[in-house]
C-alpha cells in the first residue's frame, strides 16, 4: 500500500462545553493556526466517562450553542457524532471514526488532559491515531515540572511527541459562567454574544 502524497491536517477539540465560551474559541482559533489544520471538529460529549450529565441542560442545548460559538469560522465543523452515539463517549473511538489513510489526526488537550491521556481508554491505540497537543489556560508555574516529565514519558513509551500551542490567557471557566447566571450576573464579557442570547432565551444554569 503506497503511503498518500497529502495529508489533510484534521483536529479535534472535544469537551462537555456546558456553555461552550470565548476561552474554548479562543483556543480552537489558535488550534487551527498553529498546526495548519485544513479542518477542525468541536466534538460535544454525550455521556462523558467521568463526568455526570447536567440536569440543567442536555446534550442539544450543548451542541447548539457550540453552533452558534462557531458559526461562520471557516474550517470549523461543530458534529454531534458522540452526542448521536448510544452509552459514553471515548476519545480513542471518536478518533476511530475520524481516522482515514490521507488524514493526520490531532487532539487538543488541556492540562489536565495531558496529565493523565496515560489513563485514558486504550492508551496505545490513542497516541497511534493522533497527535496530541497541549494548551494551558492557567499559568501555574508548579505545574511545568509536571507537564514536561509527563511528556517525556509518553515520548519513551508510545514514541510521539505531545506540542504546546500557546495563546494569551483568557481568565474564564464554564463553572464560573453556571455559577454567575445563578446568582443573576452578566457574563456577557465571558461567552459569545450568540450563547449568552440563547442561554437566557432558554433559561439555562438558573438552577444550582
Known amino acids: 500500500m503506497t503511503e498518500p502524497t497529502e495529508y489533510r491536517r484534521v483536529g479535534l477539540f472535544g469537551g462537555s462545553f456546558n456553555p461552550v465560551h470565548n476561552g474554548h474559541v479562543a483556543a480552537a482559533r489558535a488550534f487551527m493556526e498553529q498546526m495548519w489544520l485544513d479542518y477542525l471538529f468541536i466534538m460535544p460529549t454525550g455521556i462523558a466517562p467521568h463526568k455526570e450529565e447536567d440536569p440543567n441542560t442536555s446534550p442539544m442545548d450543548r451542541l447548539k450553542m457550540c453552533e452558534l460559538a462557531f458559526e461562520g469560522m471557516e474550517g470549523i465543523i461543530v458534529s454531534d457524532l458522540e452526542i448521536r452515539k448510544p452509552g459514553k463517549s471515548y476519545t480513542v473511538d471518536t478518533l476511530r471514526a475520524l481516522s482515514a489513510e ?107
Open 102 to 208: 490521507d488524514v493526520r489526526l490531532f487532539l487538543l488537550c488541556g492540562t489536565d488532559m495531558v496529565l493523565t491521556l496515560d489513563t485514558w481508554k486504550e492508551p496505545d491505540e490513542l497516541f497511534r491515531l493522533c497527535y496530541p497537543v497541549y494548551v494551558r489556560r492557567e499559568s501555574d508555574p508548579l505545574l511545568d515540572g509536571r507537564i514536561n516529565e509527563k511528556l517525556a514519558q509518553y515520548f519513551r513509551k508510545y514514541g510521539k511527541m505531545v506540542r504546546r500551542i500557546t495563546m494569551d490567557p483568557v481568565r474564564v471557566s464554564s463553572t464560573q459562567i453556571r455559577e454567575a447566571v445563578q446568582q443573576g450576573q452578566p457574563i456577557g464579557n465571558l461567552v459569545p454574544p450568540a450563547v449568552e442570547h440563547y442561554i437566557k432565551e432558554q433559561g439555562l444554569y438558573q438552577n444550582g
